[in-house]
């Protein structure tokens, strides 16, 4: 029964996340109004509007003007399918009480990081407005956390510094190379990772991952000469697969670390 509604709330979710990126970058109402094809604006019908689905029976066209609809669609709305069913699999504590308001928060932050990722990557821009709602959902879902479980003032010591420790740094970068290296947005997006990280080992772990798998993902494109010290490379997304993989394995991860380097 769960599953079931995290799937069809995943593929929602996912389908808004298109039509969120979208209507953002065209300075449109964020909820309001009836979704349309990008290309020739006709108004969609429910047909062509069903997760995937759609895409699939209209062999990736327009029903209307029968351009080619981006495979990014699809793609988006899987990726926030599997995001949101991770998140369920992998929920750390109980989902009952004031949990469950925890966690909803959670996938409403997920797919504003969804639609954060997949805007930098299109226009290699990080819309402050979208951030900001973010960051208000992130303080409401810490709050809720630190009075549900009694967290100890030395928890709320953690988040402040884990939010030091996530935007600090790019605030420094940006600073000193007076923004040629970083934009303001990843500085904003990097205080808001940062209180999501929750403690500082967390938000340092999340921005070695980000600097990782930028590296990985540019070399074979520096390699082939498609990329120079030049070139422009969002790294918002980057900082967002880390954040995933640190809310759900940063533990771990921290622990391993600790275990084989630390303690021998």
Request: proline letters at 3%.
């Amino acid at each position: 029964m769960i599953i079931g509604i995290m799937f069809i709330a995943g593929l929602s979710a996912g389908s808004f996340v298109n039509a969120l990126v979208w209507r953002l970058h065209e300075h449109k109402d964020w909820l309001n109004g009836r979704s349309e094809c990008v290309k020739c604006h006709h108004k969609l019908a429910a047909i062509d509007l069903v997760p995937v689905i759609s895409w699939i029976i209209l062999r990736g066209r327009c029903r209307y003007c029968h351009q080619k609809i981006s495979i990014q669609y699809p793609i988006v709305e899987l990726a926030t399918l599997s995001l949101y069913l991770i998140s369920y699999e992998l929920w750390p504590r109980q989902l009952s009480g004031a949990e469950i308001a925890v966690f909803v928060l959670w996938l409403g932050i997920l797919t504003g990081l969804i639609a954060l990722a997949v805007y930098d990557l299109r226009w290699m821009l990080l819309p402050s407005k979208l951030i900001y709602v973010l960051l208000t959902a992130s303080i409401i879902m810490t709050c809720i956390s630190v009075i549900a479980y009694n967290h100890t003032l030395s928890a709320l010591v953690n988040y402040l510094v884990a939010v030091l420790i996530g935007g600090g740094l790019f605030y420094a970068i940006f600073t000193i190379s007076k923004g040629k290296w970083i934009g303001g947005g990843d500085v904003r997006l990097g205080f808001l990772l940062g209180l999501l990280a929750a403690t500082p080992g967390r938000s340092f772990l999340m921005i070695f991952l980000a600097s990782l798998l930028g590296l990985i993902v540019s070399l074979p494109f520096l390699t082939r000469h498609k990329l120079n010290r030049s070139s422009i490379i969002p790294f918002g997304p980057f900082l967002i697969a880390a954040l995933i993989v640190v809310q759900f394995a940063g533990q771990d991860i921290i622990q391993l670390y600790t275990r084989f380097f630390i303690n021998g």
